[in-house]
T-cell receptor
Framework: DTGVSQNPRHKITKRGQNVTFRCDPI?????LYWYRQTLGQGPEFLTY????????KSRLLSDRFSAERPKGSFSTLEIQRTEQGDSAMYLC?????????????FGPGTRLLVL | AQTVTQSQPEMSVQEAETVTLSCTYD???????LFWYKQPPSRQMILVIR??????QNATENRFSVNFQKAAKSFSLKISDSQLGDAAMYFC?????????????FGAGTTVTVRA
């Protein structure tokens, strides 16, 4: 069990560019979550998947954001036409449906800076 | 929507002493889960302790224990015998116990500093 991994760990981009982040959950975890954390704040929920189905999206997830989990394994989060307000840490977490506690395990995050 | 409030932005504790972090939450649900997560500097968030709302007994995990007051909607974390490795940001989080509602709602966090 290697834990949740996220790539890249850091991304610097210019306003208006598109960026894509990847999350690899713990193997056999069927639920995957994306959160956004701005400096000095707690994480805020963005969206979650159960297997390949995206079951909930937050109001925070504007039309410029899209997330996929095509084969129910890894997930990608794309931000189109980035804005300076998108600068944040993007956290991925996974959990196993059916476990008694269904703890969400977090990855190290991708820190995005939009110039 | 559920809100989670952590009113202490920073707490400092002497090594080997005890510190208590406060958390209050707002919900109309009767069944839910509460969590404390630890986020060390530049490292990933890990679960410290969890509490099911239907359980009256307070959860404990080694040096970490909670004081869960359901009527007051309060969920504090006590760290006993503080160690240097406890220095981190601590987040209180809430989750409904509702089918297909598994998202966590977090407080703003409390930064804990441990003095040697």
């Amino acid at each position: 069990d290697t834990g949740v991994s996220q790539n890249p760990r850091h991304k610097i981009t210019k306003r208006g560019q598109n960026v894509t982040f990847r999350c690899d959950p713990i193997s056999e975890h069927n639920r995957l979550y994306w959160y956004r954390q701005t400096l000095g704040q707690g994480p805020e929920f963005l969206t979650y998947f159960q297997n390949e189905a995206q079951l909930e999206k937050s109001r925070l997830l504007s039309d410029r954001f899209s997330a996929e989990r095509p084969k129910g394994s890894f997930s990608t989060l794309e931000i189109q036409r980035t804005e300076q307000g998108d600068s944040a840490m993007y956290l991925c977490a996974s959990s196993f449906l059916g476990s008694s506690q269904e703890t969400q395990y977090f990855g190290p995050g991708t820190r995005l800076l939009v110039l | 929507a559920q809100t989670v409030t952590q009113s202490q932005p920073e707490m400092s504790v002497q090594e080997a002493e005890t510190v208590t972090l406060s958390c209050t939450y707002d919900t109309s649900e009767s069944d839910y889960y509460l969590f404390w997560y630890k986020q060390p500097p530049s490292r990933q968030m890990i679960l410290v302790i969890r509490q099911e709302a239907y359980k009256q007994q307070n959860a404990t995990e080694n040096r970490f224990s909670v004081n869960f007051q359901k009527a007051a909607k309060s969920f504090s974390l006590k760290i006993s015998d503080s160690q240097l490795g406890d220095a981190a940001m601590y987040f209180c989080a809430y989750r409904n116990h509702t089918f297909n509602d598994y998202k966590l709602s977090f407080g703003a966090g409390t930064t804990v500093t441990v003095r040697a």
